[in-house]
C-alpha cells in the first residue's frame, strides 16, 4: 500500500475534524505545513472531492544540521567492519537444522540471548546499515529518527496484544496440523527454492519442526506463492514468484498476528498520497518553467523488507514451517505479510528520501566530488518535435524548486527535476538518492559471512534509473512531456480482461474480487470517478464470503460497464493537470425545490425548468437538489463551454447533493428503490460526462441564504425570462468580479470558516454534529422536510424544539441509554441551535424578548427536578496516594505513582499529566518536560540531573488551559516527606523520562518505556490503580467505594486537602487554576473532616439579642418629592408626560 508518514512538523492529521493534506513532496528538508492543502475527510480517498483552500504557510524547523554536507562526507569516509560468521548454520538442511537447534539449547532456546550474542553478525540488529552512533550527527534532528535508530538497536517489534499461553499451544498445534496454503503446497521445488534463498542470506533461521514446541511465545503462520510482475536490467516486464508469510490467518483462538497488531501504536502512516504528489509537482514545475523537459529517476531498494531486522519476541510468531521435511524457519527480517512492515520500514525509506532531498536543495553539495560509488545510466529525452503538456494554474502556490523532488513509496524512491540549460539539476538528480542510500547503508564487505547485496537493486537501477521523461511509476506510465499518466497496455489489457469475464460469466468468487477491488481502488487513484462506484462491489465480496460464488446484481453489473468506460480512459492516458489540485475554471450555483429546479454559471448562463404540478413531491428535495448540481454544468458541456482541462466547481446549498456529487452510496434510509435507482443512474451519467470530456469535478456547499439567484430560479415564478434576469442582474453582488477574484474570496471565506472551527475541540464539533443528526432523524420521524424551521413562527419553533427534547429526553436516538438528564438534552438542544446559527437561521429557542422560550425554561425545570442526584467522583486522601505508591513492581506502576504523586500537589486535570481517550479531550495542553522546571538557592537546576532530588522547589507552566488561561506557572516547595514531596515526584519523572531512548524537550510527562519504546500512561489505568488501591485501604474506613473514584478525584482531592490544610480559598484557587468559586464543587462537605470542631464552636454563645430596626421617616403621598407621585419630575419623564408644565401642587399641603 502506498503511504507517507504524517511528519511531526505538521498539524495532526488525526482529527476527526480536520484533514490536512500532504504537501507535495512532505520529504523536503525545510517542509511546508501543509495548511496550504485543507480537504474534508472524503479527500483521502477521492481526491477530486472539495475545493481546496488556500491559507497561510508556517515557518518550521529544519531537520537537518547546518554541516550536513560535511556530516555526510565523514559517515561514507568512515570505514564499516567485516560482520562475523555467526554460531548458525544458513542451509536449507536438516544437518543444518539439528545444529542450530544445539546451538539455540546452549542459550536455553532464548532467540535473544542467541542474537545478542551474534551481534556482531548478520543476525545483529541493524546490521544491513551503519551503526546508529554513526548516523545519528546527521538524523539526530529528523523526526522519524528515534524510531529508526530503535529499529537499529532492537529490531523492529510489533506491538501485538497478549495471548494467553493455552490459546498459543492450542495455535500451534493446529499450524502444525495445517501445514501451508494450496498456492505453496501446490509448487513444493519452487517453494523450497523461493525458502533456500531466503536462509541462504540469512533472511530466515531453520530448525527441526518438532522444536518449535520449546521455543517461549512461538506461533506458526502458513505460506503462500504470489504471482507479480517486475523488470530485468533491460526494461522487458518479467514475472515473479514472491513468498509470502499469512500472517492475517485466524486459529482456533479467533486471532492472527495482523489481528493483534495496534496499528496506532505504530508511527502513523498516510496512504495514496504519491501519485497525486508527483503530478501536482508536475503540473507547477511545468507552468513556472513551460516548454523545459522534467525528467524522473526511479530507485528501488533491493529485498526491501529483508533489511530490517525483527526482534526476537516478533520473530518467533512468525514462523513458518516445510512440514514433508519436518524443518521450521523463523523470520528473521520484516515479512511479506506482517501488517506493520509497511510501518516499520516506511520509516527507514523516508528517511534516507529526506537525506537526498536535503542533499539536493543544499548548495554545499558538489556531486562531482561527493556521491556514492554506483550511478545511474545516462538521461534519455524524447524528440524535440513532441509538443509540451500545458501546466494550468492550481488552488495551491506550490513552490517549485527546478533542481526537483524526491519521494518515497515503500521501496521504491522516485526523483524529479527540471533540465535546465546552464545547472547541474540532472546531475544532482542522479546521484542524490544514491548517496543517501549509500551514506545510511552498510557497504558490502568482500568477505561477507553470508550471501550480501547491494541495497540499491542492481537491475532496477540498470532498468529505471536514468533520468527520462517517460517513466513507468507505481505502476503507471508517466510522460511528463504531455503531462499525462496512462495505465500500462499488459495491465489495461489483464485487467479488463477480468471485468469481461466476469460479466459474461453473471458471477464472481471472493478471491477474483477481492483482486478486482484492488485494481480498481488502484485506477482509482488517477480516475477518481472509480470511488463513487466501489461500495456496491465491496459489498457484494463482503457477500461473497465463505461461498464459492456470488452472482453480479444489476447494479453491479451496470458498475462494472461504467469501470470498463474508466479503464479505455486511463488507457489513452489522463491529464495530469486532472489529477492535481487545479484551481476552478467554471463555477455553478444550483437549487431546487417542490415546484422546479435551477442554476446558473459564473460567466452568466442561467436556466430553470418547473416541474409539473402533476409530478411534484414524487422525490425528495435532495435528490432534485442533486440532479440540478449535474444539470448545470452539463448544459456548459453541450454548449462547449466547458471543454477539455476544465475544472468545474459546483455549488450547492444541499449537503446530501454535496456528498453525492463525491459518492455514491446505498440506498438512504428514507428513499424509496425508485429514487435510488434514479440517484444512481444520475451519478454514472455525471462521471461519464465528467470522465469523456476530460473535465475535473468540484463540489462544496454553502448556506442556503447565499443561494438567492439559483433559489429564485428553482421557484414556481411567471416572470418570463427576461424580467427574471435583469431582477437577478442586479440582486447578484459579485456580477462583475472576474473568476480569480471570486476564487479568492471563496478561499479567503474558507480560511474564517477553519479558523473558526478550531475555535473549539474536536469532541465539540463531534458532538455537535451527533445532535444535528439526531434532529434530522427526528425531523425525518415526522415527516418534516423544512430542517431549518425556515416556514414556522417563533412560537412554532418554540414548540417543535419543545417536541424534540421530549423525544431525546426519552432517549429515542441513544440507544440503550435510557432516559437522558436534563444537562444532556440541554446540550443536545443548544449544539442544534449551533447549527442554525451557523447556517444563518435565527435561534429557534428563544421567544421575541431574546429570552429562552417559556416552554423549554419549564421543560428543562421538569427535567432537572425528575433527574437523580448527581453524583460526583469521591475526593481521594493521601492516604490512597501512599497505598498507590506501594504498588511499584513494574516500570508502569512506578511511573504512575511518581505521577500521581506530582500531579496531586499541583491539582491538575487528567488531560494534563495522561494520554485521555478523544472524547475526553479538551482545550488543555499535556504537560511536557520543557513546561517543568526546578529551583534551588535562587538558581534553576537543568533536567536531567541528580541534583533535582534536592531541588528547593518544582514550577509546572501549563501553556494553554480550557478556561483559556495560557502560560500560567504554578510553584510548590519541598516537603520533606520521604515520597509525600513534589519535587523529589517530579524529579523522579523527569529523569526516568530522559532516561529514554529517543526522549525530548517536547515528551509528555505521561510517558513510560514499555515493550521496547515510549508508550504512554492512560486515564484507565490510573483509574484501575485508584481503585485497587481504594479497596486495599478499606471501603469502609474511607466511606465510599472504590467504584465512585476516577481520575477526577486526584483534582478533588487535593482541593479537599488544601482546604482542610486551612489554605486560604485564594490559595486553593490559584494553585488549582481555578478562575472562579467553581472549585467549591471539589470540596465535599461530606467529609467528617470537613465539620471538625464546629459543632464545639457553637456553643460558645448561648443567647444573642437583635437590635431594634430604625423606624422609617413617614412622608405624606402627596408630597411631589416622593418617588412616583404625579408632579414628580422624574416620574413625569418616565411616563412621558410634559416636564416643563407647571408642577400643580394642593391648595393647602405642609411637607416636613
Known sequence: MEHRRAEKLRCNPTDPDQFVADSLHPTDPNPIVADSLQLSDATVADPQLTLPVLARQHEVVSAWPDDLVKRVKAVVSSACERPTKPEFIFELTGAAAKHNAEVLKIYGFNLST????????????????????????????HPNWSRMQDLLRHG????????????????????????????????????????????????????????????????????????????????????????????????????????????????????????????????????????????????????AYRRCHLNWETAVQTITQLPEIELAIISLRLTFGGSPGPYE???????????????????????????????????????????????????????????????????????????????????????????AIHTAARPVHQLEPLPRDEMAADAKLAAEGALEEQKVILGWFFDFRRLTIALPENKLIAWRDNIQSILLAGKSTPKELEQLIGRLSHLGMVVPFVHHFMSRLRDLHHRSRNRRGVALSDACRKDLELMLRFLETSGKGVDMNLIAYLAPTHVYHSDSCPAGLGGYSNEGFAWRYPIPPSLRFRASNNLLEFIAAIITPWIDILSGRLQSGDCALSMTDSSTAEGWMRKTNFRESDEDQVQTDVRIEAARKFAMDFNDHGIKSYSQWFPGKENIVADALSRDDDRSDEELTSILFHAQPLQNCTTAQRNR????????????????????????????????????????????????????????????????????????????????????ISYVVSTFRESGRTNPTKDEDMELGWILHRLYRAFKNEDPKVEHQKAVPLSVISELWKRQNTETETALAQLTVGAYFFACRSCEYLKVPQDEKRRTDILKLRNIRFFKD?????????????????????????????????????????????????????????????????????????????????????????????????????????????????RSGAAMQMYLGE??????????????????????????????NVSRRMLIFMSHRHIPDMEPRRVSHLDPRQRNNPNNAETRRNISGDSSRRVQLPAFAQFA
Open 745 to 828: 474570496l471563496v478561499a479567503d471565506l474558507a480560511a474564517v470558516e477553519t479558523t473558526r472551527q478550531r475555535a473549539v475541540q474536536g469532541s465539540t464539533h463531534e458532538n455537535q454534529a451527533r445532535a444535528w443528526r439526531r434532529w434530522l432523524e427526528y425531523c425525518a420521524s415526522i415527516g418534516l422536510d423544512d430542517t431549518y424551521l425556515d416556514g414556522f413562527d417563533r412560537h412554532h419553533k418554540i414548540k417543535l424544539m419543545g417536541a424534540f427534547a421530549m423525544a431525546l429526553r426519552e432517549g429515542r436516538f441513544s440507544g440503550d441509554y435510557g432516559t437522558l438528564a436534563e444537562g444532556t438534552v440541554r446540550s443536545s
Open 345 to 435: 520500514w516506511g520509516v527507514i525509506s523516508e528517511i534516507i528520501c529526506d537525506l537526498a532531498n536535503a542533499l539536493l536543495l543544499d548548495d554545499n553539495w558538489d556531486p562531482t566530488l561527493l556521491s556514492a560509488p554506483r550511478s545511474v545510466p545516462p538521461k534519455c529525452t524524447l524528440d524535440d518535435n513532441i509538443p509540451f503538456g500545458i501546466g494550468r494554474e492550481l488552488i495551491v502556490d506550490l513552490p517549485v524548486d527546478p533542481r526537483g523532488k524526491m519521494d518515497v513509496y515503500i521501496d521504491d524512491t522516485i526523483g524529479i527535476t527540471v533540465d535546465l540549460p546552464d545547472t547541474d539539476n540532472s546531475e544532482r538528480m542522479e546521484r542524490a538518492p544514491l548517496l
Open 114 to 141: 542467541a542474537i545478542d550474542v551474534n551481534r556482531l553478525s548478520p543476525l545483529g540488529y541493524g546490521s544491513e546499515f551503519r551503526p546508529s552512533h554513526v548516523l545519528q550527527p546527521i538524523f539526530e534532528l
Open 1063 to 1092: 489554605c486560604p480559598v485564594y490559595t486553593i484557587m490559584l494553585i488549582g487554576r481555578w478562575s472562579s468559586d467553581a472549585f467549591l464543587r471539589y470540596i465535599r462537605k461530606q467529609i467528617e473532616q470537613f465539620s471538625h
Open 938 to 1050: 535562587g538558581r534553576q537546576v537543568h533536567a536531567p540531573s541528580p541534583e533535582l532530588r534536592t531541588a528547593d522547589s518544582v514550577s509546572l507552566t501549563f501553556e494553554m488551559q480550557k478556561n483559556q488561561e495560557k502560560h500560567d506557572t504554578v510553584t510548590h516547595g519541598a516537603t520533606g516527606h520521604e515520597f509525600l514531596c513534589p519535587v523529589k515526584q517530579w524529579a523522579a519523572v523527569v529523569n526516568r523520562i530522559w532516561s529514554y531512548p529517543g526522549a525530548t524537550i517536547d515528551t509528555p510527562v505521561s510517558a513510560v518505556w514499555r515493550y521496547d519504546r515510549i508508550e504512554h500512561l492512560t486515564s484507565k489505568i490510573l483509574i484501575d490503580a485508584l481503585r485497587d488501591a481504594v479497596v486495599a485501604v478499606g471501603e469502609d474506613s474511607l466511606g465510599f467505594k472504590a467504584s465512585e473514584v476516577g481520575t477526577h478525584s486526584i
Open 156 to 303: 523492529s517489534k510489533w506491538p501485538l496484544d497478549e495471548l494467553d499461553e493455552e490459546s498459543r499451544k492450542r495455535d500451534v498445534n493446529e499450524a502444525l496440523t495445517f501445514g501451508n496454503h494450496k498456492g505453496a503446497t501446490s509448487q513444493p521445488d519452487l517453494l523450497r527454492k523461493l525458502i533456500e534463498k531466503d536462509v541462504t542470506h540469512g533472511f530466515g533461521l531453520v530448525i527441526p519442526l518438532s522444536t518449535v514446541h520449546s521455543i517461549r511465545g512461538a506461533l506458526l503462520a502458513p505460506m503462500n506463492i504470489m504471482k507479480q510482475n517486475t523488470i530485468d536490467e533491460h526494461g522487458r516486464i518479467i514475472p515473479k514468484d514472491r513468498l509470502t508469510h499469512d500472517q492475517s490467518f485466524a486459529w482456533s483462538s479467533g486471532t492472527s498476528v495482523n489481528s493483534r497488531v495496534r496499528i496506532k501504536d505504530l508511527l502513523p502512516c498516510r496512504f495514496g498520497a504519491c501519485i497525486r504528489r508527483l503530478a501536482n509537482y508536475a503540473v507547477a514545475a511545468r507552468r513556472k518553467y513551460p516548454n523545459r523537459r522534467i525528467l524522473a529517476t526511479k530507485i528501488d531498494y533491493k529485498s
